[in-house]
């Protein structure tokens, strides 16, 4: 319906409500004013314009007279032509409710909304004007501290979804077009303050609402690949120190914390902080603010719901990067949540990628999550863990008896892989597993794996290994001779092979967490090393392990001295060569005394 043939529709005129006289007046006059910019008219359109325009002017009289002409315009929308009123077009458009009180706010979200769901000609640049605020001016990034920019920030933002959620509900068509907006305005890794975690939080606030019943799972890809390469953005090598040549750092150095912790102290992470990274800092707000809102869908029932998107998410862009050190405990944070439920879920899912046929990465990849979350998580149940162990076990047993080949790394990856999950997790739950029975049995089958002539136990990390035979030599879990050979190095070339160009060997991808706020929410549910008791007993622990044969040495090892330092690094250990090295990695990062009181496992 064009201007002219609505002035002349009785059934056009709209009346909000019982609005008074004035109302009625004022929404008659805009029509009109509308109207005769088709006759040559222009001179009311201008003052209307000249109107609009008035956004920053503080005189209330001002403010008064624009919300009148806003609210009438929202009951005129039929009338606006997209040629003749073309300036008043491009003017609403570039108004921006930072600006505005929050009377001129209402009055400016009404129109956006009545121009959204009219005809719909209108509905992207209303998405996109809306979804715009959730990237705020740099003088409001500069002044969030200030509680009236605090206040501000609140009436703005909590104006935008009511508004979305409108439009959603009023024109359910709008629904497909949110997403483009989205993915356009989604601020890059290296945007200043604080402005990424404010598009982030409202991204998740919307999942939270009917829109998110639609295009949730498309929410969560958008921030899991955010997180993903800011995680890859950071500079871990340079931050933590790394030796390049060892592949991953030790990170539980426990004897580079020289003052006793006490319950309720913090990992020393602060060393971390300091290095004064912005997507360092940026990322672990991130972590912070997707926790929270992880707990508020604990709170309503809906992690069931959520766990699934969020692992499709985690599978297309986290699980097959060997290179990042965050983002992944979103998964383990959820499981923590949820034990019964998502942490079981989450074991199966990766349990089932491993036996799967997808490329042998991927699996490696599945297997080396599997292993590192059953060893960590302090929430599952031993029953549960023992379980996983017996399927992975069973795998290995099953493809030993259909091999015969020797060692060969790089044509059996799968098969290695396996094994040093199962050699990784009892190092962490050896002593439990093995005080039940029926869990003992079914490790019964490891020891013809570990014999097969394969000899994973030549070609998987000689760190795990060795903390391995330590504790099943202790334990009686078999006999420990010449046939378990192990060179007691960081890795080895065999290793490397295995592991690939991903060193796949010596991914563990829940290793400490390394963002302090982040850690402070995954420390509660975290296990770590020095909170696990080996089966070997504490006046043994200086003993030497016989790697090489059992045969009798009096000579002392130079490199047991350091072995406490490091008896069971996540990561590859160093052997601490000479003093300098020794010195270089004490000063390294350490995350490796647990906030409560250690228990065994």
């Known amino acids: 319906m064009g201007a002219a043939e609505a002035l002349t529709d009785p059934s056009s005129l709209y009346v909000m409500g019982k609005g008074d006289l004035s109302d009625t007046d004022m929404v008659i006059t805009v029509r009109n004013t509308l109207a005769s910019v088709q006759h040559g008219e222009s001179y009311r359109y201008d003052e209307l314009v000249k109107t609009m325009q008035a956004t920053k002017n503080s005189d209330p009289a001002v403010s008064a007279q624009l919300v009148t002409v806003l609210k009438a315009l929202s009951c005129s929308v039929a009338y606006i032509d997209t040629i003749h009123h073309q300036k008043l077009i491009s003017l609403v458009f570039r108004m921006s409710l930072w600006d505005l009180k929050p009377h001129v706010m209402d009055a400016l979200v009404g129109l956006l909304v009545s121009l959204a769901v009219t005809t719909g000609m209108y509905l992207k640049y209303c998405l996109y004007m809306l979804i715009d605020h959730f990237v705020p001016p740099d003088w409001v990034v500069k002044r969030l501290s200030q509680l009236r920019v605090i206040k501000q920030k609140r009436n703005v933002l909590s104006r935008v979804h009511e508004a979305l959620l409108k439009i959603f509900l009023l024109f359910p068509h709008a629904s497909s077009g949110i997403l483009l907006p989205l993915t356009d305005n989604m601020p890059k890794i290296n945007k200043k303050g604080q402005v990424l ?39 871990w090598v340079d931050i933590l120190e790394d030796d390049s040549n060892k592949g991953m750092f030790d990170m539980e150095l426990e004897d580079a914390v020289e003052d006793p912790m006490n319950e309720g102290d913090e990992f020393p992470v602060e060393s971390l902080m300091s290095a004064g990274n912005e997507v360092f800092e940026s990322l672990d707000k991130l972590m912070v603010i997707f926790f929270y809102h992880l707990e508020s869908c604990e709170r309503a029932g809906r992690l069931d719901e959520v766990f699934e998107m969020l692992f499709e998410a985690f599978e297309k862009y986290i699980l097959d990067i060997c290179k990042i050190k965050v983002s992944q405990f979103l998964m383990f944070y959820a499981c923590s949540l949820d034990p019964e439920r998502c942490g079981v879920k989450f074991a199966n899912k990766l349990m089932d990628i491993f036996l799967s046929t997808n490329n042998a990465p991927t699996r490696m990849s599945a297997v080396a999550y599997l292993a590192s979350y059953l060893a960590r998580g302090k929430f599952l149940p031993l029953s549960y863990v023992a379980i996983m162990l017996k399927r992975l076990v069973d795998e290995c047993a099953d493809y030993c008896r259909t091999c015969n080949d020797g060692i060969r790394p790089k044509a059996h990856p799968i098969f290695y892989s396996g094994c040093q999950a199962i050699m990784y997790v009892l190092c962490f739950r050896m002593r439990s597993i093995l005080d039940v029975p029926r869990f003992r ?24 290994v060795a903390e391995f035979l330590r504790q099943a ?8 001779s010449d046939s378990f050979i192990c060179d007691d190095l960081p890795e080895s070339k065999l290793s490397r092979e295995f592991g690939g160009s991903e060193r796949l060997d010596s991914f563990f991808p829940f290793d400490p967490c390394l963002l302090k706020s982040s850690n402070s929410f995954i420390s509660r549910n975290f296990i770590y090393w020095s ?53 270089r990695l004490l000063k390294m990062p350490s995350m490796i005394r647990p906030s409560i009181s250690p228990q065994s496992f």
Do not use: W
């Not at 999942?207 to 498309?218: L, V």
């Not at 019964?444 to 394969?454: A, C, G, N, Q, Y």
């Not at 696990?532 to 090892?557: L, N, Q």
């Open 441 to 464: 049995s079914e490790l019964i089958p490891l020891e013809s794996i570990l014999m097969h002539t394969l000899n994973p136990l030549k070609v998987c990390l000689p760190s795990v």
């Open 473 to 480: 030599k202790a334990a009686g879990l078999f006999v420990v």
């Open 197 to 235: 975690e404010i598009f982030v939080e409202n991204l998740l606030k919307l999942e939270n609402s009917p829109i998110g019943q639609i295009h949730g799972i498309k929410i969560y890809m958008m921030v899991m690949e955010r997180l993903r390469d800011m995680d890859l953005e950071i500079d």
């Open 531 to 583: 909170m696990v008791r080996p089966t070997y007993d504490d006046e043994e622990e200086d003993a030497e392990i016989i790697v090489k044969g059992d045969e009798e040495s009096d000579e002392e090892d130079e490199d047991d001295v350091d072995y406490d330092m490091n008896e069971m690094s996540v990561t590859p250990k160093h052997s601490f060569k000479n003093m300098m090295e020794r010195d």
